[in-house]
């Protein structure tokens, strides 16, 4: 196995070479499961959704993993017909809304205690729009949750509490959970739900023996704490965050490992496919 420019920050392993075996012995797994976040893992941080697109190694990987594995999932922010437009990968299992959201039997399929929330979500995002006029500020209703993104304005940290100044009363109005990631603001329903949960699910539902999580933000946090969770209770698992200069500590030291912007990602991924000589 060659190298993976990582850096490890985790209990589980210890160097490099403790992380290649313990790569080798998860691909040894009867059922090993990859799931991956887009923006930010495999997709370089754009500087609005709309115009970020996945690193063509990744593509290239991901593609043949997924005819590989037993499971190769996205899990992801975006809502499901944005995640699927962007991957286009038919076998794929694809989550998105922070797990709220799953592509199934060719339809998408809300988590019920969600569903019920989702008329609300664009009702709160109106009312902000109509008080928050700065320019580059970019308003994203994805259905059962909605993102304001400020990476374009000309003054992200006023224009950040600006927004959440707006908010603050129409959470409580609405009923709505806010949430921040990387230059956005997230408006959820207020249910205990996000990628941890969704990573617990897809475990069981497949019968999995082994998990690899590959995440970049403060979303993925329950993702990489889910991980924990399961490996505690017996089922091996890694969780791996994929840095930039600007990720916080609070997500790093979450994880077991640390890979080195979406370059990172594609060698990891170009490892599991040698670990499989493909």
């Known amino acids: 196995m060659t190298r993976v420019y990582g850096i490890q920050i985790g209990m589980v392993v210890a160097n490099q070479e403790e992380f290649d075996r313990y790569i080798n012995s998860l691909v040894k797994s009867e059922k090993l499961g990859l799931m991956v ?7 370089p941080i754009a500087p609005a959704p709309a115009v970020a697109s996945v690193s063509p190694r990744c ?11 037993p499971l190769t999932a996205i899990v992801t922010g975006r809502d499901i017909h944005d995640a699927r437009r962007m991957i286009d990968l038919p076998r ?3 989550i998105g809304n922070h797990g709220l959201e799953e592509w199934r039997d060719g339809q998408s399929i809300i988590l019920p205690q ?14 902000v729009e109509s008080q928050v006029h700065i320019d580059g500020m970019i308003f994203e209703n994805k259905g059962v949750t909605a993102s304001i993104h400020y990476r374009l304005t000309p003054d992200p940290i006023a224009a950040r509490n600006q927004v ?5 009363p129409l959470a409580d109005i609405f009923d709505l959970k806010v949430t921040e990631g990387e230059m956005v603001i997230e408006i959820k329903p207020p249910i205990d739900y996000d990628k941890g949960d969704a990573v617990e699910r897809l475990a069981n539902t497949h019968n999995l023996t082994g998990v690899i999580f590959l995440g970049d933000d403060k979303p993925d946090v329950g993702a990489f704490q889910a991980v924990r969770r399961m490996r505690e209770s017996g089922l091996p698992g890694l969780a791996i965050v994929v840095t930039r200069d600007e990720t916080p500590e609070e997500v790093t030291s979450e994880a077991d490992w640390k890979l080195n912007t979406v370059r990172g990602t594609e060698d990891f991924l170009f490892n599991l ?6």
């Open 92 to 94: 794929l299992i694809y």
């Open 59 to 69: 593509h290239e990987a991901l593609s043949v993993l997924s005819e590989r594995l």
């Open 114 to 127: 969600a569903a019920r929330f989702a008329h609300r979500i664009p009702d709160a995002l109106r009312r």
């Open 37 to 43: 976040d887009i923006d930010g893992t495999i997709s």
């Open 273 to 278: 496919l040698d670990v499989y000589k493909i």
């Open 164 to 168: 959440m100044t707006a908010l603050e």
